[in-house]
């Protein structure tokens, strides 16, 4: 039997092993997955700390700060209806857009319907890797670098459009400027070209982000 491309390990904090340098993010994404469900797991905020994620009453998703992946942004638009413009005045915070940030409209989530998030398959990475759990340094490094890579893809995307004029100081949180931060960090990175050209997560490669 072949060895997986991705390997977890989670005894000792989530661990990804990466077998194959042709993995992509997809590969990350499938071999991650299962751990939303996985009881055996400690996780922080679950009932009893072993319970999948699924009707969790803490919910993340209440609380969460999201700023899309440019992949996960063009689906969610897509699923709306709405042209690019209209799904952002619909979906973001107003007054974040004004500060230039494209955060999610939250407390809850826009999305968050009864507990359950309604575009689950179209979530963004930022999501999807958010666990209660302790998570290994290299692991929190990999997760974090792509879904700030994206992040910051559908910030200059949507820079490109002219469509996020706002940069003011004014009424910035301390969350607010560390995202800002890390997006401005972010900007010139060379693997934010892998977000801008793919369409599914199946076309950007883990390899560079390690
Ligand atoms: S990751 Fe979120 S949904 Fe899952 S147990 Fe923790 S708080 Fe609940
Ligand atoms: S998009 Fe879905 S998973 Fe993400 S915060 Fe909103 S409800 Fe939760």
């Known amino acids: 039997m072949g060895v997986n491309k991705i390997e977890i390990n989670y005894d000792n904090g989530i661990e990804v092993r990466v077998n194959d340098n042709r993995a992509t993010l997809q590969d990350l994404l499938d071999a991650w997955q299962p751990l939303c469900d996985n009881e055996r797991l400690y996780k922080l905020y ?24 440019l992949i996960a942004f063009k689906k969610m638009a897509r699923f709306t209806g709405l042209d690019y413009p209209e799904f952002i005045a619909r979906y973001f915070q107003r007054d974040k857009l004004e500060v230039g940030l494209l ?69 910035l949180s301390s969350f607010d400027m560390m995202f800002r931060k890390l997006i401005e960090d972010y900007r010139y990175n060379p693997n934010i070209k892998f977000f801008m050209q793919a369409g599914e997560y199946s076309d950007i490669p883990l390899a560079p982000f390690i």
């Not at 700390?49 to 009453?57: A, F, I, K, L, Y």
């Not at 929190?140 to 893809?153: D, I, P, R």
């Open 103 to 171: 955060r999610m409209q939250p407390d809850p989530c826009i999305f968050l319907q009864d507990k359950i998030c309604t575009i689950y398959p179209l979530r963004s990475l930022i999501c999807r890797f958010y666990l209660c759990c302790q998570i290994s340094g290299d692991t929190e490094q990999l997760v974090y670098s792509l879904s700030w890579t994206g992040a910051t893809a559908t910030q200059l995307f949507v820079e490109e459009l002219g469509l996020l004029a706002g940069s003011s100081e004014q009424g």
């Open 46 to 69: 679950a009932q009893n700390q072993h319970r999948e994620c699924r009707g969790c009453t803490v919910n993340c998703c209440n609380t969460a700060y999201v700023i899309p992946d």
